[in-house]
């Protein structure tokens, strides 16, 4: 029954929590739709090692709707096993479905407006911005730093989410569709207040790049993690998982630090260490940028 939970009093309390918690549909909002949730999903399936009783945030408020097209999608359907997209477009004729085939090409020529969206409004909860190069380890430092219901948005994950591939493999062709979902998750937290923390990444190589951020969202946080340039190449090549998109990453580093400029706002950690449990520990800082570290 630990493996199957779905009629154990258990999971009825868990359920109802849930949906206590979130109740609009998470499949409805990264559409932009407002719809009510009345079923709940386990974020990784039981049948692929998920837990059968997790925390909150390995659970997923869905419609009807969401809900059968995530298990359509998934090892859950089997043989019936599906990609077909979600019917229905938005008001400018572009894909509702960020799975579909059109649906990212609809953002491409937007691309400067999603990057960087004009209405970006000042977040009402605890935001954390993580500023660096690839490689720096960004992501690495905010799940160190997560506790709880803690959130992390980060590009890549949602690109991955979007394409259903590992992390660092998703086509670019899902890059403006996932622009557009960050942004929406920004909005939202212009407009409800939440008790965790977010951590948003951001590589931002310039200063005018790294100040528009701090002045639209006003963070009460917010970090530059920028090792030198050899140590995030070092760690680009012997990081397997970003797979054929290797060399584009490890160039990307490069014109990072080619475009670095300083800011006399930006905090600086050079490094850092995660202890399990602890989060970032020993992080090096300065309050003022120290020589521009490009060499290897």
Known sequence: MAHWPYNTAAWQRLRRLKLATQPLCEGCAEIGITAVANTVDHVTPISEGGEA???????????????SAKTARGTEAGAVKTAKPRKGCDADGRPLDAWHPWGASGHKANLPTLARPADLRPCL???????????????TYARGAMQGHDKLIDLDDIMAKLARTPTHHAPDTFLPRA???RNAELARLANVRVDHRTFLIIAAPTAHERDWWRAHLKPDDHLLIMPERGTCVARLRKDETRGERKGEHIRACYRWFARFTESIDDKIAQGFQVRTGAGPQNIVSSSKPGPRPGGD
């Open 53 to 67: 009783f997790p925390e909150l945030h390995g659970l997923a408020s869905y419609c009807p709707s969401c809900h």
């Open 179 to 181: 622009l557009a979902m």
């Open 125 to 139: 909860s605890p935001l954390t911005i993580l500023f660096g190069p690839p490689g720096a380890g960004k992501s």
